[in-house]
């Protein structure tokens, strides 16, 4: 029926006016421009981290890897000292690409972050590392976290088992994407640890990138927080060479969240054959405050390789 002041549709859809049709083809234009930009920005990221080798990359690696590097480091205090780290993930066939094998060090926990939350730095690779034998599932579905709880020993006599839980999720914040990861574990031996960190990442041109990085982390053996704020500068010299130019501070609530170190280094990483062969150049002064925040200058050469054909086809999109 119709009423006064009203006109019948025969198709029972009313006719959209051309103005109408304007503005939804210019919200579409700009959320389809939006969705490129955020594309664009996430695949740099990532090049990014597959190139200098970043823990991100086998965070989220559904693939099997193996890496293994050998360090030198010079210091005045410490003299020369040498070491190196290896760490693997083997996909367990049969089992729908959501079951591995990981085997790591104790510096592999959140981003590369160590148990107490703060991420290990290049001269530290000398330090007596702890490894680890787990096996982990992925649980993401179809949510936007990726969800990865695991559970094994810390290779050693007598064993230390273990459980971990791991989260990571992407934010899109327009020109900024941001990411979000937690680890919490509890051993045997230690009890529990927890791990919280949050990345803040954006282009700068075609050849530089910049990420705020903000971490905190507590263990029950120790019952106080500690935490980290840094800043990297990534700068691509060419496809074979790049620079990641970072300073940041340490601190802790033992003492009112004080700092307890400052720290300034840049990162050489060059590509010495075929992608999976790389060398690394580090120069950091430090500033401790057990030693009067005098500054302390260290050197460290790596050289590492990497075996995965994930690693190799990310960082062959650069």
Do not use: C
Request: aromatic share 12%; net charge negative.
């Amino acid at each position: 029926m119709e009423t006064e002041g009203q006109s019948q549709d025969p198709d029972g859809v009313g006719e959209e006016s051309p103005e109408g049709g304007e503005k939804n083809q210019l919200a579409n234009a700009l959320d389809n421009t939006h969705a490129s930009i955020t594309r664009g920005l996430e695949y740099t990221v990532r090049q990014v981290d597959a190139f200098f080798a970043n823990e991100r990359v086998f965070e989220e690696a559904t693939d099997s890897y193996l890496q293994m590097e050998g360090s030198a480091v010079w210091s005045k205090r410490g003299g020369t000292r040498f070491g190196g780290d290896i760490k693997a993930r083997a996909e367990l066939p049969r089992l729908e690409r959501k079951w591995a094998l990981l085997f790591e060090s104790d510096g592999e926990t959140t981003s590369g972050e160590d148990r107490d939350g703060v991420q290990r730095r290049p001269k530290e690779v000398v330090e007596q590392n702890d490894y680890f034998l787990s096996v982990q599932r992925r649980l993401n579905g179809d949510s936007e976290w990726d969800i990865r709880p695991s559970a094994g020993v810390k290779v050693k006599y007598p064993p230390d088992p273990f459980a971990r839980l791991r989260v990571y999720r992407y934010f899109d914040m327009g020109a900024w994407l941001g990411r979000a990861s937690g680890d919490t574990s509890w051993f045997v031996s230690d009890g529990f640890g927890a791990g919280v960190q949050w990345d803040l990442d954006r282009a700068l041109g075609r050849t530089m990138m910049f990420r705020a990085t903000t971490s905190f982390g507590w263990q029950e053996k120790n019952d106080y927080y500690k935490g980290q704020q840094k800043l990297t500068l990534f700068h691509d010299l060419s496809d074979h060479d790049a620079f990641a130019y970072e300073g940041g501070m340490v601190f802790t609530d033992e003492e009112s969240w004080a700092a307890t170190e400052y720290f300034v280094r840049a990162d050489y990483r060059r590509e010495l054959t075929r992608r999976w062969l790389y060398l690394d150049i580090t120069p950091e002064v430090s500033f401790p405050r057990s030693r009067g925040f005098r500054e302390e200058r260290s050197l460290t050469v790596t050289l590492g390789v990497i075996f995965g054909r994930e690693y190799l086809r990310r960082s062959e999109g650069r």
